[in-house]
């Protein structure tokens, strides 16, 4: 059975710090793997999109890691920001299952002052 | 460009209606997608349209529906409302180049 697991299920940091999110995952035949950020009462925003030829990729402060090997990624975030609260949710599809995706449960982030 | 909207943003029903929900993806967008999240499941897939066909289809019964106009429009069906069906209702359409997905803000539903 194709699944996502995510960890830590929330985390708590000060502003400013460094943190990292793990998701790992056992969708096969892989075809891309997604990190989204919901902010509360609000739809999903893709943060990155990874094919199985890509290993990392940045989008701002935001930088997601893959290895297809061990089936794990992880989202680092760096010098995190109070908007940086959210839920992180990280998706997997596997190939010819078009937008049959396969979602974590998502991290719950907190960035205290 | 406008992002992806949805309609009605709340709604109220009582068991055994039905409902439905408007979605309208970004234009030039011609894949829409539709997701149901709840605190217990997280996002769940329900199905994908593209080109007015239903491309992909999620684990849901037969009583969640939906369609797609030529003008990419989508809309989604639910008939014999239950309990377990109150659900924040997420739509998505697609840019086909860079394969992003851009989500609507939700449909609320409570069902009393």
């Known amino acids: 059975k194709n699944q996502v697991e995510q960890s830590p299920q929330s985390l708590i940091i000060l502003e400013g710090k460094n943190c990292t999110l793990q998701?790992?995952?056992?969708?096969?035949?892989?075809?891309?793997l997604r990190w989204y950020k919901q902010d509360t009462g609000r739809g999903p925003v893709s943060l990155t999109i990874?094919?199985?030829?890509?290993n990392t990729k940045s989008n701002g402060r935001y930088t997601a890691t893959l290895d297809a090997d061990t089936k794990q990624s992880s989202l680092h975030i760096t010098a995190s920001q109070l908007s940086d609260s959210a839920s992180y949710i990280c998706?997997?599809?596997?190939?010819?299952?078009?937008?049959?995706?396969?979602f974590g449960k998502g991290t719950s982030l907190l960035v205290t002052p | 460009k406008a992002g992806v909207t949805q309609t009605p943003r709340y709604l109220i029903k009582t068991r055994g209606q039905q409902v439905t929900l408007s979605c309208s993806p970004i234009?030039?967008?011609?894949?829409v997608s539709w997701y149901q999240q709840t605190p217990g499941q997280g996002l769940q897939f329900l199905f994908e349209?593209?080109?007015?066909?239903?491309?992909n289809k999620g684990n849901f019964p037969g009583r969640f529906s939906g369609r797609q106009f030529s003008n990419s429009r989508s809309e989604m069906n639910v008939s014999t409302l239950e309990l377990g069906d109150s659900a924040l209702y997420l739509c998505?359409?697609?840019?086909?180049?860079?394969?992003?997905?851009?989500f609507g803000p939700g449909t609320r539903l409570l069902v009393l």
């Open positions: 998505a359409s697609e840019d086909g180049g860079t394969k992003t997905q851009y």
């Open positions: 234009s030039g967008h011609r894949s």
């Open positions: 998706v997997v599809s596997a190939i010819n299952s078009g937008y049959a995706l396969n």
């Open positions: 998701c790992n995952y056992t969708v096969s035949p892989f075809s891309n």
């Open positions: 990874m094919t199985f030829s890509e």
């Open positions: 349209y593209f080109s007015e066909t239903q491309r």
